[in-house]
Structure formats: structure tokens, C-alpha cells
């Protein structure tokens, strides 16, 4: 790992600071983006801490021309990337008995969706050019169902697992790797509103990045995680009839709204 080139979106916080600091301590040289200029220094001054470095962009990634403009300060400083760790995400949780708003759907389709599609179409020409590289998207074991009151959160990971496949089948021989990562529930901003009792198997940001981390460097097509909680939503609740699966998704929401 000593030297390997890696962008990480999203590394203000939870997984993709995590990421950022394990990868650093492997010698990674680093390249991280976020909005929040304040808490992207204060992860790169933690990169530093612990023996790396990391260029630090700010920016925001449903902007097709700042992320050009971020791909071309990498090519500057660092000649290119070995790795594109796709993370930058947000969700958006509510009943669509409740609320169901396109601009709700636009805005996480932005940045679930459009984030990792513009920065893929700024590295893959060079990675394709140079034989080699690796393109990490993180979509989440809420892509694999619809899940209740996630309608907007659920299909973009949907998209995003569609959108990673289809790339990774079109980019087969050419040098070019893509892994799909999946996490259930992890510790971090994105979940803090969210009830303990309703995100079953929730890990640490260290655990997930652990994990992330040595799916990318086996290659791996598809990383999920945590075990067995990933494994029974992508093998038993993915592969349930529609009947079966309405009735347990609905029983277990009507269960939830009625503790709240
Ligand atoms: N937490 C979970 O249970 C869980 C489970 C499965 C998958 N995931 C996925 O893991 C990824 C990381 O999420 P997290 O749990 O670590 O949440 P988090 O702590 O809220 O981190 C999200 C990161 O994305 C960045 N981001 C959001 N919108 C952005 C935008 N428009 N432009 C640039 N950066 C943006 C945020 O930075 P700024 O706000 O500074 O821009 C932040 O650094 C997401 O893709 C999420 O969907 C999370």
C-alpha cells in the first residue's frame, strides 16, 4: 500500500474519515473532499497525526465542475489515483404516507447517484489509458429492497449497485477493477437520529472501514458487511417473494411507528 493513490469522498466524517486514517497509516497518499472546509482540515490534520498526507478539497460532489476541478489538482499533486473510494452520501428517512416529494428523491439522487457518476467520468479515461485502478463505490445493504420509509435513500443505493455492476462487467480485461461496498447500520452522523433498536448488528466506523478496506484490496465484487446481518438481507430478505417480504417489512414498520 506505501505510495498508492487514493481519493476518498466524503471523509468530514464517519466512514470516509475512517477510511482516510486507516489508508493513511498504510501509507496511502491521500486525497479527500467534503463541504465542510473546517472538518475536511481537521481530518487531514489527523491523516498528518497519524504519519500520512492528504490533499484536502472542498467541494461539494453534485457539481460536475467542481469535481473536474478537484480531478484536476489531483493529477496535479499526484500524478493521478490508484484507487476512487466513492463514499460522499446522505439519507433521507420519512413514510410515503407521509411525505413523498420529488425534490427529496432529486437531492439524494444527486449525491448518492450523480457524486459517484461525475467522478467516475473524470478518472476512468485516465485509468483505462494507464491499464490500472480501482473504482470503490459505497452503496449499502438498503440497495438490495426497497426498504420501508427510505424510498429515496434505498433506490439511489439501488441505482448506485446497478450503475457499479453494469461498469464492472463493460470494464472486465481492461485493468480496471470495480467493488461494490454494502454496510448495514454504522455508528456515525448519517444514523445518529435513528433509534439503536431499529439498526440491528450497528458497527463502529473502525470496524466498517476494516472491512471496506480488505474487500478493495481482495478485489472483492461485491463487500458486505456485518456478517451474518448483510448476508441474510442480501441472500434471504433479497430473495423473498413479494408477499412474504410486504407483510414482514410492513409488520416490523407498523412495530416501529408504534414504539415511537
Ligand atoms: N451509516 C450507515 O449506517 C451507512 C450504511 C450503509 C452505507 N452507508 C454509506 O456510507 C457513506 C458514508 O456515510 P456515513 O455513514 O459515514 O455518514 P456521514 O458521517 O454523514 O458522512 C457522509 C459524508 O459524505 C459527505 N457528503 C455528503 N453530501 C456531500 C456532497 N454533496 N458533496 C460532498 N460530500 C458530501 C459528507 O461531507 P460534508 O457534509 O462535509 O459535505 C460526509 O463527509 C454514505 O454513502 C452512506 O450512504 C452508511
Not at 60 to 79: F, T
Not at 94 to 111: I, K, L, Q
Not at 242 to 250: K, M, P, Q, T
Request: charged residues 25%; hydrophobic residues 45%.
Amino acid at each position: 500500500m506505501p505510495g498508492r493513490r487514493v481519493l476518498i469522498t466524503g471523509a468530514t466524517s464517519g466512514l470516509g474519515r475512517e477510511l482516510a486514517l486507516q489508508l493513511a497509516r498504510e501509507g496511502c497518499r491521500l486525497a479527500l473532499t467534503g463541504r465542510r472546509e473546517e472538518r475536511l482540515k481537521e481530518t487531514a490534520r489527523a491523516v498528518s497525526s497519524a504519519g500520512g498526507a492528504a490533499l484536502a478539497l472542498a467541494g461539494d460532489v453534485r457539481d460536475p465542475a467542481c469535481v473536474q476541478r478537484h480531478y484536476a489538482a489531483i493529477k496535479k499533486e499526484l500524478g493521478g489515483l490508484d484507487w476512487a473510494i466513492l463514499n460522499a452520501g446522505i439519507s433521507k428517512s420519512s413514510s410515503a404516507r407521509d411525505r413523498f416529494s420529488s425534490e427529496d428523491f432529486r437531492r439524494v439522487y444527486e449525491t448518492n447517484v450523480f457524486g459517484p457518476v461525475y467522478w467516475i467520468e473524470a478518472v476512468l479515461p485516465d485509468m483505462l489509458a494507464a491499464r490500472s485502478g480501482v473504482i470503490a463505490g459505497i452503496a449499502s445493504v438498503a440497495g438490495f429492497r426497497g426498504l420501508p420509509r427510505s424510498g429515496a435513500y434505498s433506490s439511489s443505493k439501488a441505482a448506485l449497485i446497478a450503475t457499479l455492476e453494469s461498469l464492472r462487467v463493460d470494464l472486465r480485461g481492461s485493468g480496471v477493477e470495480v467493488v461494490i461496498v454494502c454496510p448495514g447500520f454504522i455508528r456515525t452522523e448519517l444514523t445518529e437520529k435513528w433509534k439503536p433498536e431499529d439498526m440491528p448488528f450497528l458497527i463502529e466506523p473502525e470496524a466498517a472501514a476494516r472491512k471496506a478496506i480488505a474487500g478493495i484490496k481482495a478485489r472483492r465484487r461485491i463487500v458486505h458487511f456485518p456478517w451474518p446481518f448483510s448476508a441474510a438481507v442480501k441472500y434471504v430478505v433479497r430473495n423473498m417473494p413479494g408477499f412474504l417480504y410486504d407483510r414482514v417489512a410492513s409488520r416490523a414498520t407498523r412495530r416501529r411507528l408504534k414504539q415511537s
